[in-house]
């Protein structure tokens, strides 16, 4: 059992600038001991405040997953306001596992990377800063989506992206295309499209070609300057 198509295909839209930003909020919020006080939308950790928004919950004994906007003890919340937009986002773009107040995940042959997998697509669809998983008891896991402007979203580097875009052409294996067109995207930068490869002219006069072999996988990344 997988995830659907539309889940899918949106997962890999995300996946490459979401390993970026995972990483640069790894570095600025690190783990370790925390607190939150939802009903302030206020998250705490390594001396560090931030206004959060709450994401979802997983529920490791019963294998589930429940949207933030569906949790009955925030409904209409602020803290939840983010994860509704998720909702609708699923409603628009037909992706039963967005739109849907719960996830069974016990269909599943792994349902904790199935559970990390929604709180990453939720934070793509948010264009979010990043997402936090934490333990919230025995068997519970909570994942808050970070909504504050001191946490950084990292510029586009060319000596990075090579790395980015294999890392995210790896996670959910369907589409490295869509991965590199996705990270492009997110980034603002137009791209040209043949059968086999990719190109984009970056920001300080760098074009990256991304060629694809007869399989689709990600043949070859080269990153060239050029004039001004």
């Known amino acids: ?16 600038w979401g390993v970026e930003q995972l990483e640069a909020l790894g570095r600025v919020l690190p783990g370790g001991p925390w607190t939150a006080d939802l009903e302030q939308c206020r998250y705490e950790s390594a001396g560090r405040t ?19 906007w569906a949790n009955p003890g ?18 628009l773009h037909g992706v039963p596992e967005l739109r849907e107040a719960g996830v069974d995940l016990s269909v599943f042959a792994d349902p904790d990377r199935a559970a990390e997998s929604l709180a990453f697509v939720g934070m793509g669809v948010l264009g979010a800063a990043g ?48 991965v590199v067109s996705g990270y492009f995207a997110h980034h603002g930068v137009p791209v040209a499209q043949t059968p086999d490869s990719l190109s984009a002219r970056l920001p300080g006069g760098t074009t990256a070609v991304v060629a694809f072999d007869p399989l689709g996988r990600i043949a070859s990344i080269n990153a060239t300057a050029t004039g001004a």
């Open 1 to 16: 059992m997988t995830f659907s198509e539309a889940f899918l295909r949106t997962a890999e839209h995300h996946a490459a």
């Open 50 to 68: 931030v206004r959060v928004g709450l994401l979802g919950t997983y529920d490791r004994a019963a294998r589930s997953w429940l949207w933030g």
């Open 74 to 91: 925030f409904q209409g919340a602020p803290v939840v306001a983010a994860s509704a937009r998720i909702a609708e986002f699923g409603r």
């Open 131 to 178: 997402y936090i998983g934490q333990p919230a008891g025995p068997s519970t896991r909570v994942y808050f989506t970070p909504d504050d402007p001191q946490l950084p979203h990292p510029a586009l580097d060319p000596v990075t992206l090579p790395r980015f875009l294999l890392t995210g052409a790896g996670l959910f294996g369907r589409s490295p295309r869509e």
